[in-house]
């Protein structure tokens, strides 16, 4: 890197450009790629601005029997106006070579260009410049992707699988790949070892067929692949032509611990993962101890490698967007070291991709790693208040809501995001013996998403956020704090509402139906934690912002999405309260001739629209159903009121 990279191109910040004109002219998956790219973070149209280029020309495939395959690509790539021998840009290669040597040679010239390539070996792979890529198939999925089948609602606990070891595949009668897959009947036992491999492939296989290709073909029949591949313990992942194989991700996401028989290859983003966690590494040579490998292995670290296969996958691997961002962040910490992730974040849930460093470099800080590393949040909070009305008397709502919050022993600083035409009241209206100092924010409050920005006022890790007519108690403020001081990294609150799939409509539909189940706590009544805005603010593109404050709705549902996504945990509904107006409705550009009905109808119309573009967005729905609810000890009990900690609470 600091020889073939200008890191005084990113002094303004790790922006990343891709040259224009490359729409419909690219294979699937390298527009897959510069889609992921331009709809990320990092992504200018400025190439002034820009740390990172991405080349317009497909260099995917560099085998020349592919129909995908570009030709004169060093012409095309010499002819980019910044391409300066390929310095700050970078080379995405999943095929090099053909038949029938292979070779890893991508067969042009890249200078001094970052390569980012599938299957590139150990004795080719450049430490700290190149990027080891993964072997992705051409229906792999732009976003979101199929979820681990361990983590899958009907598979949360593993259970023991038919087989011990299990491959089937293709065998290579001559050339490369061709020893170790044709070796495999040595070990296959047809009981809790299944290895099958067929001879039927190609255009010529026949006429190359030797002895066992009948036997193999007649034994490759019994068994269906899928079967096979999620009723295995282990998956055996052979080299094919070539180091890597579609069948590494296959079994990740099927939860099956590889065993990988490909001497020398150089994983998929290995500088970061730390694969010894996920599979296990035989040696190509000793294919006959592979069975006694395995079966040495005992169920806690078969448990724990199984768990380890459905992050990885989930994290950096499910989709092209997932494996496109984790080599960016790659790059990025190489650029900024010292805002690099230790190895140990990008192994640990929830991983390195929600994990930003600019909001912090000391674990300690981030919710997810409060349990982990025996640490507790503070005892206090930051109450964020959202505040659209003027105030007329004394007795408004918002003063009525600041008494209630300032009463709270746990409360430190309340903060009145003033989002009004009408200026607020001069510091002499405002309640005066509330005994907490109150902060109003009245410059850049433009936007409903400015109430997720992260202020630097708020310096205690946890916000507890209200609309300005909220109607908690002290009491109910307290305890629901508590409750988030057990599960920091959730969002802890009273207003609960759901989704749920409507097949008439075949889209994603929103409800505020009193019921057991829910999947978002609004977030104008509830806690969490200050990192969320840190994210919110950070992480998303701007034109999911925008869609929020172009409807002026919808804020607490990204929010939501966000938080889910990023924990793959329910939110939590804490004591029953049925009365809450959703005040996103007066935020509605209202016209005074039309029925509220027609406003309430409209407003849900707009959730609805919003949460099928969230969906998009993040590719898969990330809410999840819960029925828990959380009560005071003794709530509703039969005893006195005087032994309950929190006696207002029954009385709402």
Same mark, same amino acid.
């Given at each position: 890197?600091?020889?073939?990279?200008?890191?005084?191109?990113?002094e303004n910040g790790f922006k990343v450009y891709v040259y224009p004109s490359w729409k419909?002219?690219?294979?699937?998956?390298?527009?897959?790629?510069?889609?992921?790219?331009?709809?990320?973070?990092?992504?200018?149209?400025?190439?002034?601005?820009?740390?990172?280029?991405?080349?317009?020309?497909?260099?995917?495939?560099?085998?020349?029997?592919?129909?995908?395959?570009?030709?004169?690509?060093?012409?095309?790539?010499?002819?980019?106006?910044?391409?300066? &021998?390929? %310095?700050?840009?970078?080379?995405?290669?999943?095929?090099?070579? /053909?038949?029938?040597?292979?070779?890893?040679?991508?067969?042009?010239?890249?200078? !001094?260009?970052? $390569?980012?390539?599938?299957?590139?070996?150990?004795?080719?792979?450049?430490?700290?410049?190149?990027?080891?890529?993964?072997?992705?198939?051409?229906?792999?999925?732009?976003?979101?992707?199929?979820?681990?089948?361990?983590?899958?609602?009907?598979?949360?606990?593993?259970?023991?699988?038919?087989?011990?070891?299990?491959?089937?595949?293709?065998?290579?009668?001559?050339?490369?790949?061709?020893?170790?897959? &044709?070796?495999?009947?040595?070990?296959?036992?047809?009981?809790?070892?299944?290895?099958?491999?067929?001879? %039927?492939?190609?255009?010529?296989?026949?006429?190359?067929?030797?002895?066992?290709?009948?036997?193999?073909?007649?034994?490759?029949?019994?068994?269906?692949?899928?079967?096979?591949?999620?009723?295995?313990?282990?998956?055996?992942?052979?080299?094919?032509?070539?180091?890597?194989?579609?069948?590494?991700?296959?079994?990740?996401?099927?939860?099956?611990?590889?065993?990988?028989?490909?001497?020398?290859?150089?994983?998929? +983003?290995?500088?970061?993962?730390?694969?010894?966690?996920?599979?296990?590494?035989?040696?190509?040579?000793?294919?006959?101890?592979?069975?006694?490998?395995? %079966?040495?292995?005992?169920?806690?670290?078969?448990? +724990?490698?199984?768990?380890?296969?459905?992050?990885?996958?989930?994290?950096?691997?499910?989709?092209?967007?997932?494996?496109?961002?984790?080599?960016?962040?790659?790059?990025?910490?190489?650029?900024?070291?010292?805002?690099?992730?230790?190895?140990?974040?990008?192994?640990? !849930?929830?991983?390195?991709?929600?994990?930003?460093?600019?909001?912090?470099?000391?674990?300690?800080?981030?919710?997810?790693?409060?349990?982990?590393?025996?640490?507790?949040?503070?005892?206090?909070?930051?109450?964020?208040?959202?505040?659209?009305?003027?105030?007329?008397?004394?007795?408004?709502?918002?003063?009525?809501?600041?008494?209630?919050?300032?009463?709270?022993?746990?409360?430190?600083? =309340?903060?009145?995001?003033?989002?009004?035409?009408?200026?607020?009241?001069?510091?002499?209206?405002?309640?005066?013996?509330?005994?907490?100092?109150?902060?109003?924010k009245t410059r850049n409050i433009k936007t409903i998403s400015a109430r997720f920005y992260?202020?630097?006022? =708020?310096?205690?890790?946890?916000?507890?956020?209200?609309?300005?007519?909220?109607?908690?108690? /002290?009491?109910?403020?307290?305890?629901?704090?508590?409750?988030?001081?057990?599960?920091? !990294?959730?969002?802890?609150?009273?207003?609960?509402?759901?989704?749920?799939?409507?097949?008439?409509?075949?889209?994603?539909?929103?409800?505020?139906?009193?019921?057991?189940?829910?999947?978002?706590? $609004?977030?104008?009544?509830?806690?969490?934690?200050?990192?969320?805005?840190?994210?919110?603010?950070?992480?998303?593109?701007?034109?999911?912002?925008?869609?929020?404050?172009?409807?002026?709705?919808?804020?607490?549902?990204?929010?939501?999405?966000?938080?889910?996504?990023? /924990?793959?945990?329910?939110?939590?509904?804490?004591?029953? %309260?049925?009365?809450?107006?959703?005040?996103?409705?007066?935020?509605?550009?209202?016209?005074?001739?039309?029925?509220?009905?027609?406003?309430?109808?409209?407003?849900?119309?707009?959730?609805?629209?919003?949460?099928?573009?969230?969906?998009?967005?993040?590719?898969?729905?990330?809410?999840?159903?819960?029925?828990?609810?959380?009560?005071?000890?003794?709530?509703?009990?039969?005893?006195?009121?005087?032994?309950?900690?929190?006696?207002? =609470?029954?009385?709402?």
């Open positions: 890197m600091s020889s073939c990279f200008d890191f005084s191109l990113c419909n002219v690219v294979s699937d998956t390298f527009s897959q790629i510069l889609t992921a790219i331009e709809q990320s973070r990092y992504y200018t149209n400025d190439p002034k601005q820009a740390c990172l280029f991405i080349p317009n020309v497909d260099t995917l495939d560099q085998d020349k029997l592919s129909h995908d395959f570009v030709h004169d690509v060093q012409t095309k790539l010499s002819a980019l106006p910044y391409w300066n &021998n390929g %310095r700050n840009h970078i080379i995405f290669n999943i095929f090099s070579g /053909t038949w029938p040597d292979y070779t890893e040679n991508v067969g042009f010239d890249f200078g !001094e260009a970052i $390569l980012a390539k599938a299957s590139l070996s150990v004795s080719k792979f450049r430490y700290g410049f190149d990027i080891s890529f993964p072997l992705v198939a051409k229906d792999h999925v732009l976003k979101g992707g199929d979820k681990g089948y361990l983590y899958s609602s009907s598979n949360n606990i593993p259970s023991p699988r038919e087989y011990l070891l299990a491959f089937k595949g293709k065998r290579y009668l001559t050339g490369k790949g061709s020893e170790t897959r &044709n070796s495999l009947y040595h070990v296959h036992n047809g009981k809790d070892v299944v290895l099958l491999t067929t001879c %039927r492939h190609g255009k010529s296989w026949e006429k190359n067929k030797d002895a066992r290709c009948d036997e193999d073909n007649r034994e490759y029949d019994k068994y269906d692949y899928k079967k096979l591949l999620y009723n295995s313990t282990f998956c055996l992942v052979p080299r094919g032509r070539r180091l890597g194989s579609f069948r590494f991700l296959e079994v990740l996401q099927a939860a099956c611990i590889p065993v990988l028989l490909s001497n020398r290859w150089e994983l998929p +983003f290995s500088e970061v993962i730390d694969w010894s966690k996920a599979v296990v590494s035989a040696d190509e040579r000793l294919l006959l101890q592979v069975p006694s490998i395995v %079966r040495s292995i005992s169920q806690s670290e078969i448990l +724990f490698y199984r768990q380890q296969t459905q992050f990885i996958w989930e994290t950096y691997l499910s989709s092209v967007e997932k494996i496109v961002l984790t080599t960016l962040e790659i790059i990025k910490s190489r650029i900024k070291r010292h805002k690099s992730r230790a190895n140990k974040l990008w192994n640990l !849930e929830p991983g390195a991709l929600s994990i930003l460093p600019e909001f912090s470099d000391v674990m300690e800080k981030f919710p997810f790693f409060y349990h982990q590393l025996g640490t507790e949040p503070g005892d206090k909070f930051t109450a964020v208040i959202y505040a659209t009305t003027p105030i007329a008397l004394a007795s408004a709502p918002l003063f009525r809501t600041l008494r209630n919050v300032a009463k709270s022993q746990n409360v430190v600083k =309340i903060i009145v995001l003033w989002h009004c035409d009408i200026p607020p009241p001069p510091s002499h209206k405002w309640p005066g013996d509330l005994g907490v100092p109150v902060l109003v992260p202020f630097k006022e =708020i310096e205690t890790d946890a916000i507890w956020s209200l609309e300005e007519d909220s109607l908690l108690t /002290t009491d109910e403020i307290d305890f629901a704090f508590s409750v988030w001081q057990e599960f920091p !990294e959730r969002i802890v609150g009273y207003p609960a509402r759901s989704h749920y799939w409507d097949e008439i409509k075949q889209r994603w539909s929103y409800t505020s139906k009193w019921s057991n189940e829910y999947s978002m706590v $609004l977030t104008g009544a509830a806690v969490y934690h200050r990192y969320y805005n840190f994210l919110y603010t950070h992480q998303l593109p701007p034109e999911v912002i925008d869609t929020v404050d172009q409807s002026n709705n919808c804020h607490d549902i990204l929010f939501n999405f966000l938080v889910s996504h990023v /924990t793959k945990l329910a939110p939590i509904k804490v004591t029953q %309260r049925k009365v809450y107006q959703e005040s996103a409705l007066t935020n509605v550009n209202l016209n005074a001739s039309k029925p509220l009905s027609w406003l309430q109808q409209h407003h849900f119309t707009q959730r609805e629209q919003c949460m099928n573009t969230f969906t998009q967005h993040f590719g898969t729905m990330p809410l999840i159903r819960s029925k828990t609810r959380m009560d005071p000890l003794l709530f509703k009990d039969p005893v006195s009121n005087m032994r309950k900690k929190y006696r207002q =609470i029954e009385t709402v």
